[in-house]
């Protein structure tokens, strides 16, 4: 028989709550000259990271914040033509996924995004792992974990609500 993998709570409710606003702060200070922000989450759990981001957002500030979710295949990213039906051109944007494990995800959703002429770029992410296999580097980073590469971080959702992170 397996033996199971043990499950380590890294960040509870309260905690990833305390990370967002925190994070969501960041962000303003970093474009608190700009008129409006895009705010692009990665498919899934990104996505649910990013929607937050904005609520908290829209609260704290008087930026004109607009949520756009990009759909990648991470396993196998040069498989599916990544769309979305905005212009990006001239903005400031931010990128946000739940986890950065080897920068692969980020790198090729990059890939689509730098196709615009974009006044600003940031990337956003709830858990940075630090096992990086491409040249990424996050600007605004929720919790940051040193891991072993087998080690595994999942990001546990209900609906549209981040309730905790395990390592694995």
């Not at 999942?154 to 309730?163: F, L, P």
Request: hydrophobic fraction near 45%; include cysteine.
């Amino acid at each position: 028989m397996a033996a199971k993998k043990k499950r380590i709570l890294i960040l509870d409710k309260e905690h990833i709550s305390w990370k967002l606003r925190r994070m969501a702060y960041e962000i303003w200070e970093h474009n608190s000259d700009e008129q409006e922000l895009i705010v692009i989450g990665i498919e899934g759990k990104g996505k649910i990271v990013a929607d937050n981001l904005t609520a908290i957002l829209k609260k704290i500030c008087p930026l004109q914040v607009k949520t756009i979710a990009l759909g990648i295949n991470k396993k196998k990213p040069l498989n599916t033509a990544i769309e979305f039906g905005e212009d990006l051109s001239g903005r400031s944007v931010i990128i946000v996924d739940d986890v950065v494990n080897s920068g692969k995800t980020i790198m090729y959703s990059l890939n689509t995004i730098l196709a615009y002429d974009l006044k600003k770029l940031m990337v956003a992410v709830l858990v940075d792992r630090k096992h990086k296999n491409f040249p990424i580097a996050s600007d605004i980073i929720g919790h940051s974990i040193a891991t072993t590469l087998q080690d595994h971080i999942e990001v546990e959702t209900e609906g549209k609500e981040i309730v905790a992170v395990y390592l694995e």
